[in-house]
């Protein structure tokens, strides 16, 4: 091997050293969450047909669906993968473990096809392929956390003005969508819907990435339940929880009325 060539190889070798225990915990938690949250989805779509077919569907505003049980068995398979993406968090970076939920697509895709018949088209599997490169792309270069040792230090981070304006920004939006636009053409256009879901989800990182590390810190020995900001951050999850869990009912709602109303 020529002088150049062992250089290089010595500088690979000393620049990447491998996936940290705490972020091959977080990767493990954040696939089964994966799989939980994918197959809720499944479950709780079957629940929303059976209650619609006997009730007015959540998409025109109804809650039938809470009296469902097969929803609620849905919900609870969410419920436990949403708390494996929750201490997915404590563990790895958010760059790592957000991506990963991507591969809840595919789960759903693939479930919904086995399950729902549902057919899945070139593009469909064109948009999985790019999350499955996508997510393992981030994995492979996730970058070692920074360490913190107070939901505090998370709070100062959450405090600055950068992330301040671009909260107030999604908020507005989020406002807009809800008030103007979505009574209007929510039923045809689900990306409004899904678009709810989203920006409101953009904010829920943050909070539950505190929370995470909040339970980390705690049970090492440092209490941080005491801190004001820790039930500041779980109050922002829950609001952002239930309004996505709202808006992605309608979701699955209203496309399911778009496809039965297709004239094919």
Not at 55 to 82: C, D, K, N, Q
Not at 84 to 113: E, W
């Amino acid at each position: 091997m020529a002088p150049s060539e062992v250089v290089v190889a010595t500088a690979m070798s000393g620049s990447y050293k491998g996936m940290s225990s705490d972020n091959i915990k977080g990767l493990v938690l954040a696939l089964s969450s994966s799989f939980f949250i994918g197959a809720s989805f499944i479950v709780k779509k079957k629940g929303l047909k059976k209650a619609g077919s006997a009730g007015i569907r959540a998409g025109v505003g109804g809650y039938s669906y809470l009296y469902e049980p097969l929803w609620w068995v849905g919900m609870i398979t969410m419920i436990v993968g949403e708390i494996a993406n929750f201490a997915a968090y404590a563990f790895a970076p958010a760059i790592l473990v957000t991506p990963l939920g991507a591969l809840s697509i595919i789960i759903s895709a693939v479930l919904a096809h086995i399950i729902l018949r549902e057919k899945l088209h070139i593009f469909g599997i064109l948009g999985c392929a790019l999350c499955v490169v996508g997510s393992t792309t981030i994995v492979l270069h996730a970058p070692q956390e920074r360490e913190i040792e107070s939901v505090k230090e998370v709070w100062d981070l959450a405090t600055e003005p950068a992330f301040l304006f671009y909260a107030a920004l999604v908020i507005a939006v989020v406002l807009i969508l809800i008030f103007h636009y979505i009574p209007q053409f929510g039923q045809t256009h689900i990306m409004f819907y899904i678009s709810v879901c989203s920006l409101v989800g953009s904010l829920s990182v943050m909070s539950v990435k505190a929370l995470g590390i909040a339970l980390k810190v705690t049970l090492s020995g440092m209490n941080q339940l005491i801190y004001p900001q820790t039930w500041t951050f779980a109050l922002v999850v829950t609001v952002c929880v239930l309004t996505q869990m709202n808006y992605l009912n309608k979701v699955k709602n209203v496309s399911e009325f778009m496809i039965i109303s297709l004239p094919w």
